[in-house]
């Protein structure tokens, strides 16, 4: 599902997904040679911001941001970790500045040229909810639009079957606490006590898009998305840890 | 956003155990760096190792989150009584109204590492590593939370160097808009492989102790360390945490902005959050990490933006670059300062860099100081300030 307008038609079942795996985007802020080497976290990372800032019609200069992620790039933790195990004073320099959770979120600050704080989170299996919920006190504390991305790439290598994290999933999108413009969505969040883990009851998701992003790690976002593309009023309830739950209604 | 009381604190590292050990190392300049002996194939550097990890598993009911940086974060946990005063927080308030918010650069990857060496014949992990949640970053505050019994909002922030600075920033917003009454703040990195050999690749390790802000200074050493502090919504004692700022470089993923820019930012945003002005900081205890271009950038900026009487100090030659926990070893070592009245130098800074004004210190002072900012500067250009007063400092709330 590249792109939100042909991930919108999937979901609402208006297309069927393409057959085989999308390329891996290529984000037009950076030079050729560095787009080329840049890992896939960066490229999904810097493609979903880039569309959300567009949508936004934010200057991406100017926005705060909150990258999440819940494993970073496992295919360079792969690297590295099977790199340190035979050769470590081989290890690649830039693969090593690449290996570290924020290295998306700093591309983007350097892409754009954004002084603004950004800050990069995991939260394991709530990780989506879990920048969400920091996008959204930013936006309401800070007094400003907030950019919020969320991505989860392929595991590779060994650490594939402990992570088990398939496919590629990256969403992007602009929090305001301003008046809507241009395609906003009103939106209410609030937290939730569970009483046991069973209590948490996350909404499960209902299309069959779904299944494009089961095997990715931050598919526990899904239902949420698929709130955004049905374009209804609606609400959805995310995990928010092994006894809380963030419950979202957008109007 | 209001100022809040750090109502405990705790610190665990190569320089002491504690908040006594600390100052006790600090007070006779007695370094906690060793020569390397970490891993199978230790570079020629210094590091800063905790001692004894290696033999002191997690109890049977944390199992799960088992390895190095969960040790060492439940060492950090039960270092200056710090766990009584959060379960005691937590008896007050509830279980679903403590947050977590912890910081790391590499969280637990050392065992991934480990897995790595050890490899069944089919090229798996062996059996007593496959454990989902010490391979992500969140192993770290998976396990906090799951030490503490917590149930509130827990995520783990990973800003490289400025990580468990910017929980900060982070516990101030979770606290203003009510999601919880108390946040367990901190930050937790230890050594392995990925970090010693990635700066080796990068050319910033110094083979020698390191010397911040030295003329001869030649690179880090990478520490490992766990700290932690309790911020509460109301309370009524404690030091404070008047405000941050933060800030990104938007210069280049590995080495700092030329001029500070970014640095220059997230020092005005703290003095204007916490309502101070430079000669109104006592001491500041900077992010000093000891390469040729941090510490030049870093002396610039003090240099033009505080008084002469301001006392400038790094203490990395104390604890080595403890990376993801500088940020809150370093506010716990200014929070000490303040209430100490003991303000240390910079060790290991024998013919300080013509780069540096009057401010950086080589010798340490007692001194009554009120005020103090902590300064945390990481890779991919994240910069974050931390602005702290002594408890009885007239904060303007």
């Given at each position: 599902m590249p792109g939100w307008e042909v991930a919108k038609r999937v979901i609402r079942g208006e297309c069927e997904p393409q057959a085989t795996n999308a390329p891996r985007p290529s984000t037009a802020l950076l030079p050729p040679t560095e787009r080329r080497r840049i890992p896939d976290t960066v490229a999904i990372a810097l493609e979903v911001a880039t569309r959300a800032c567009e949508m936004s019609k934010r200057d991406p200069s100017q926005l705060p941001s909150v990258f999440a992620s819940t494993h970073g790039d496992a295919?360079?933790?792969?690297?590295?970790?099977?790199?340190?195990?035979t050769t470590p004073s081989l290890i690649s320099p830039t693969k090593f500045h690449n290996s570290v959770h924020n290295a998306a979120a700093g591309y983007w600050t350097i892409a754009v040229g954004s002084y603004a704080p950004y800050t990069a989170l995991s939260a394991f299996e709530s990780t989506f909810a879990a920048g969400l919920l920091e996008a959204?006190?930013?936006?309401?504390?800070?007094?400003?639009?907030?950019?919020?991305?969320?991505?989860?790439?392929?595991?590779?290598?060994?650490?594939?079957?402990?992570?088990?994290?398939?496919?590629?999933?990256?969403?992007?999108?602009?929090?305001?606490?301003?008046?809507?413009?241009?395609?906003?969505?009103?939106?209410?969040?609030?937290?939730?006590?569970?009483?046991?883990?069973e209590d948490v009851r996350p909404t499960r998701a209902r299309t069959r898009a779904a299944d494009l992003v089961a095997g990715n790690s931050l598919a526990p976002a899904f239902p949420f998305v698929e709130l955004l593309a049905t374009e209804a009023p609606g609400a959805v309830s995310l995990a928010l840890g092994p006894r809380a739950a963030l419950e979202i209604e957008l109007s | 956003m209001k100022p809040l009381r750090i109502t405990a604190y705790s610190l665990s590292s190569a320089a002491g155990h504690g908040r006594e050990q600390t100052l006790a190392s600090l007070r006779n300049r007695r370094t906690g760096l060793s020569r390397n002996d970490f891993g199978p194939a230790p570079l020629p550097t210094w590091i800063?190792?905790?001692?004894?990890?290696?033999?002191?598993?997690?109890?049977?009911?944390?199992?799960?989150?088992?390895?190095?940086?969960n040790r060492l974060a439940w060492r950090g946990l039960h270092a200056d009584g710090f766990i009584t005063a959060v379960l005691a927080?937590?008896?007050?308030?509830?279980?679903?109204?403590?947050?977590?918010?912890?910081?790391?650069?590499?969280s637990s990857i050392g065992a991934s590492e480990e897995a790595y060496r050890r490899l069944e014949s089919d090229g798996s992990y062996p059996p007593d590593l496959r454990r989902r949640i010490i391979h992500t970053p969140h192993s770290l505050g998976d396990f906090v939370q799951h030490a503490i019994g917590s149930t509130g909002i827990s995520m783990t922030v990973a800003t490289a160097c400025?990580?468990?600075?910017?929980?900060?920033?982070?516990?101030?917003?979770?606290?203003?808009?009510?999601?919880?009454?108390?946040v367990v703040v901190g930050g937790v990195d230890t050594l392995c492989g990925s970090v010693l050999f990635g700066f080796n690749s990068l050319e910033l390790i110094s083979p020698d102790p390191c010397r911040p802000f030295d003329r001869d200074r030649r690179g880090i050493n990478i520490?490992?360390?766990?700290?932690?502090?309790?911020?509460?919504?109301?309370?009524?004692?404690?030091?404070?945490?008047?405000?941050?700022?933060e800030s990104s470089d938007a210069h280049h993923m590995s080495t700092p902005h030329p001029e500070g820019l970014g640095?220059?930012?997230?020092?005005?945003?703290?003095?204007?959050?916490?309502?101070?002005?430079?000669?109104?900081?006592?001491?500041?205890?900077?992010?000093?990490?000891?390469?040729?271009?941090?510490?030049?950038?870093?002396?610039?900026?003090?240099?033009?933006?505080?008084?002469?009487?301001?006392?400038?100090?790094?203490?990395?030659?104390?604890?080595?670059?403890?990376?993801?926990?500088?940020?809150?070893?370093?506010?716990?070592?200014?929070?000490?300062?303040?209430?100490?009245?003991?303000?240390?130098?910079?060790?290991?800074?024998?013919?300080?860099?013509?780069?540096?004004?009057?401010?950086?210190?080589v010798e340490s002072a007692s001194r009554s100081a009120r005020c103090a900012l902590s300064l945390s500067f990481g890779f991919g250009g994240s910069n974050c300030v931390l602005a702290l007063a002594a408890s009885d400092a007239r904060v303007n709330a």
């Open positions: 295919p360079i933790s792969d690297y590295m970790c099977s790199t340190l195990a959204a006190m930013q936006s309401v504390c800070e007094r400003t639009p907030v950019l919020f991305v969320a991505y989860d790439i392929e595991a590779t290598g060994p650490l594939a079957a402990v992570l088990n994290c398939t496919g590629l999933f990256g969403i992007g999108m602009v929090i305001s606490t301003e008046a809507a413009i241009g395609a906003a969505r009103p939106m209410q969040i609030h937290t939730r006590s569970a009483q046991s883990t | 800063g190792r905790v001692e004894g990890l290696e033999a002191e598993p997690l109890p049977a009911r944390l199992t799960e989150w088992d390895c190095r940086n927080a937590r008896e007050r308030y509830g279980a679903d109204r403590i947050a977590v918010i912890v910081g790391t650069s590499t400025s990580s468990s600075a910017k929980v900060f920033a982070q516990a101030q917003r979770i606290l203003e808009v009510g999601l919880a009454d108390a520490g490992e360390a766990a700290g932690f502090a309790l911020l509460e919504r109301d309370a009524e004692q404690g030091p404070w945490f008047l405000g941050c700022g640095a220059r930012l997230a020092l005005e945003q703290a003095l204007a959050r916490a309502r101070l002005t430079p000669k109104e900081i006592d001491y500041i205890n900077l992010h000093g990490t000891a390469t040729r271009k941090n510490d030049e950038v870093e002396a610039s900026v003090i240099r033009e933006m505080f008084p002469a009487t301001t006392f400038a100090s790094s203490t990395k030659g104390w604890t080595g670059h403890t990376l993801g926990a500088a940020g809150i070893i370093e506010a716990a070592i200014s929070l000490i300062a303040l209430e100490e009245g003991f303000l240390p130098g910079t060790l290991h800074c024998d013919r300080p860099d013509e780069c540096c004004g009057p401010q950086i210190r």
